[in-house]
């Protein structure tokens, strides 16, 4: 049986305890029961999509309950790839500046997940979540500075320029994976859903909400 609604979702259920599955004859556990989770990017490119896509059929195919959370760009990836520069100047080199993301807070995804994981009505759900808005990378950069206080700029990186400093930090087929996704948002808006607010009963948080919550990371260096 599952647990009692998580106080993020929408509705409130009677407490009740979990139970063990019930045993087959071969003495294993019955996986109707049980409830298998798979968390991937929505905007994963091509070639890690066909090996997302291979583990979630063998979940599809079993017996188990399933919920699929299909998170969009993680805000958090700012902090890996921006705040060091910002913390040390107030321009960013990236690339794509006009490549348009929806990021999400990572809290919205713990929210979805504590919804799906306690409240009835979710098994076979596939839920992509985004944030509320599409905005460029250009936009995001500006936002931080408005939050923090300061005028950051974004230099505008060539894809070979970029691709050459991604390789420090990631292996090629990494980098080049990521560029492409990245050029292919170029000019269009990015994919924005309601998911977050339709499944816990509260809108998703913005990426200047996001900024704010690790504001200090962008100013503060790390000890």
């Not at 298998?36 to 090996?51: D, G, N």
């Not at 794509?96 to 997940?113: F, G, K, L, N, W």
């Not at 292919?184 to 200047?208: C, I, M, N």
Request: proline share 5%; charged share 25%; net charge positive.
């Amino acid at each position: 049986m599952r647990s009692s609604s998580c106080g993020c979702c929408r509705s409130r259920q009677p407490q009740r305890r979990w139970s063990a599955s019930p045993r087959t004859r071969d003495g294993s556990s019955c996986c109707r029961r049980r409830i298998a989770r798979r968390i991937r990017s929505s905007s994963s490119p091509t070639r890690s999509r066909a090996v997302h896509a291979g583990v979630e059929q063998l979940i599809e195919a079993s017996r188990a309950q399933w919920t699929v959370l299909r998170p969009g760009v993680f805000a958090l990836n700012s902090l890996g790839w921006w705040a060091p520069q910002i913390r040390s100047g107030d321009v960013v080199r990236w690339f794509y500046a006009d490549a348009a993301t929806a990021p999400i807070h990572e809290r919205d995804i713990a929210s979805v997940a504590a919804c799906a994981l306690t409240e009835e009505g979710h098994d076979g759900k596939d839920y992509v979540i985004t944030g509320p808005r599409s905005l460029t990378q250009r936009e995001q950069v500006h936002i931080i500075g408005d939050v923090i206080g300061r005028p950051l700029r974004l230099a505008e990186l060539s894809r070979d320029a970029a691709r050459e400093e991604m390789l420090a930090m990631m292996p090629g087929v990494v980098a080049d994976m990521l560029l492409d996704a990245y050029a292919a948002a170029v000019d269009r808006p990015a994919h924005v859903t309601s998911t977050v607010g339709d499944v816990t009963g509260t809108p998703a948080r913005s990426f200047r909400d996001w900024v704010v919550d690790h504001a200090a990371a962008f100013t503060a260096i790390p000890t």
